[in-house]
């Protein structure tokens, strides 16, 4: 079976530019988070979806960040416009129920320059 | 609010050896679930190990297990016959459990190396 699918896997972009990255969660999960890994604040939750519905959007960092789940096997997280502190490792994770546990996607490095 | 701490920022274990990483966490809930993921240089975090805190019993994986104690709010993972393949930043999450809890609490990670 399939894990979560991120893409890209690196991204390489300049400040001003817009970034999108794509996740495809585990069949049958109704779950998705996306996070953020950094060194100086470690993993940090952005964004929890349920059922495609966004329900805790808390950590996104500001209105640059924004995530949409339009169908239970997609979903965004869209920087715009992104800076050279967004520069980070971006996980998406599912779970069958939010109760159950999260397993990973292989994350996307995305640089800002 | 819950945090966990891994104090052990490196760690470093012969091959075939036996090594031991700390974790503790404070929380006020009784009931909740700890996690042990795995994070080697290609970045996946991959889930290592579970442990309901229900659960009197230590988990067990294979050549990975935890020493579970509730009351000093301690989660270890061992590994033993250690290999090459499992260096690695290995990272100690919380969970609260019931309610709409879906938000885990991560440590700041312990880099293991495995000498040959």
């Known amino acids: 079976d399939a894990g979560v699918i991120q893409s890209p896997r690196h991204e390489v972009t300049e400040m001003g530019q817009e970034v999108t990255l794509r996740c495809k969660p585990i069949s049958g999960h109704n779950s998705l988070f996306w996070y953020r890994q950094t060194m100086m604040r470690g993993l940090e939750l952005l964004i929890y979806?349920?059922?495609?519905?966004?329900?805790?959007d808390s950590g996104m960092p500001e209105d640059r960040f924004s995530a949409k789940m339009p169908n239970a096997s997609f979903s965004t997280l869209k920087i715009q416009p992104s800076e050279p502190r967004d520069s980070a490792v971006y996980f998406c994770?599912?779970?069958?129920?939010?109760?159950?546990?999260?397993?990973f996607g292989p994350g996307t490095r995305l640089l800002v320059l | 609010a819950q945090t966990v701490t891994q104090s052990q920022p490196e760690m470093s274990v012969q091959e075939a050896e036996t090594v031991t990483l700390s974790c503790t966490y404070d929380?006020?809930?009784?009931?909740?679930?700890l996690f042990w993921y795995k994070q080697p240089p290609s970045r996946q975090m991959i889930l290592v190990i579970r442990q309901e805190a229900y659960k009197q019993q230590n988990a067990t994986e294979n050549r990975f297990s935890v020493n579970f104690q509730k009351a000093a709010k301690s989660f270890s993972l061992k590994i033993s016959d250690s290999q090459l393949g499992d260096a690695a930043m290995y990272f100690c999450a919380y969970r609260a459990s019931g309610g709409s809890n879906y938000k885990l609490t991560f440590g700041k990670g312990t880099l293991l190396t495995v000498n040959p």
């Open positions: 929380t006020s809930e009784s009931d909740y679930y």
């Open positions: 994770a599912s779970s069958l129920d939010y109760r159950e546990t999260q397993y």
């Open positions: 979806f349920n059922n495609n519905v966004p329900i805790d």
